[in-house]
């Protein structure tokens, strides 16, 4: 069953929400290209309490196995659903009764045609919807990322606050985090195996994570998240990241940490009245770069989604 915390989340989860007049929706994302999908291999993680992280190309799963039914958080790229598939069958025969959308990127909700199809409910923050239905751009490179058909869309979702998800016994609470990665991230929180999936707002790769400012996303929403992951765990707490190895606490803080520089650093240039070329050029993040960047254009990439961050509102 889904619990909602208002009223308002109830009927948001009834809007169609549809693409541009006449838009043809493409039965999946866009995969990366030059990947050999064939090769890709699954590898499971078990977490405990019968719950496990999932591995393979693209963003983190989350399985929860409940008496009856499997909660699934994250479905990774279309061209490995039925290995993922395969993956969960080893792990349980049972349905997989939701499907969870932590945001709308590709690498996250490629999947979920072919898992709605065997009938699992896809459940996510209204503005995942949205961005699926109406199709998206980059703000670094300016690239169109089309619709999304009509079976790939989120069936139930919510507007504000949070949500439970209950499937055999397993319960999940799915709560908003504003402005942050998108401005639609939901991170996930079992609280029976003291599990916590984060979504892209967090990357245990030691890495900067993109943070999409043209679809919402800003530095300070990241930095929220990361406060109410802190706050919300523990020293046993098992954090399923975007991307990356399983993380703890510790983990947590030292992402913290980057963010907080980049922003207090690149806020003060902005205030300045210093332009995204000329903050670019000043290179004010170059000792954070030799650590969390792969390469120059990666470093830039991060300089100028934190600049944008102040000038999305």
């Not at 990665?181 to 609280?191: L, R």
Request: hydrophobic content about 40%; cysteine-free.
């Amino acid at each position: 069953m889904i619990r909602a915390t208002t009223l308002a989340a109830l009927a948001a989860a009834a809007i169609l929400v549809t693409g541009p007049a006449g838009a043809q929706a493409p039965a999946t994302p866009p995969a990366p290209p030059m990947i050999d999908w064939a090769a890709i291999q699954i590898k499971t993680t078990d977490l405990g309490n019968k719950t496990y992280m999932l591995e393979g190309q693209g963003g983190n799963i989350t399985i929860a196995v409940g008496s009856d039914a499997i909660i699934m958080v994250d479905g990774q790229f279309a061209p490995l659903s039925e290995k993922i598939k395969a993956a969960i069958k080893a792990i349980s025969p049972l349905p997989i009764r939701y499907l969870v959308n932590t945001h709308y990127h590709g690498d996250h909700t490629g999947g979920n045609d072919n898992f709605a199809r065997d009938g699992a409910v896809i459940v996510a923050h209204d503005n995942i919807r949205v961005r699926l239905a109406a199709g998206t751009r980059n703000g670094l490179t300016g690239a169109l990322v089309p619709p999304r058909a009509p079976e790939a869309l989120p069936k139930q979702t919510y507007a504000v606050g949070a949500i439970t998800i209950e499937a055999g016994g397993r319960q999940a609470q799915l709560t908003h985090i504003a402005n942050a990665h998108t401005d639609g991230d939901t991170w996930v929180y079992f609280a029976d195996a003291n599990v916590l999936s984060t979504g892209d707002t967090f990357n245990n790769l030691k890495r900067y994570q993109n943070i999409d400012f043209a679809n919402g996303g800003d530095v300070r929403g990241m930095i929220r998240a990361i406060d109410t992951y802190i706050k919300a765990s523990n020293d046993t707490t098992k954090i399923v990241p975007g991307h990356g190895p399983l993380a703890t606490k510790a983990d947590l803080t030292v992402f913290r940490d980057m963010l907080i520089t980049s922003r207090d650093r690149i806020e003060k240039l902005v205030a300045e009245g210093k332009s995204e070329q000329e903050v670019v050029e000043m290179k004010p993040l170059a000792d954070l770069d030799a650590t969390w960047s792969n390469n120059a254009q990666h470093a830039i990439g991060h300089t100028r989604n934190v600049y944008n961050s102040f000038k999305r509102l």
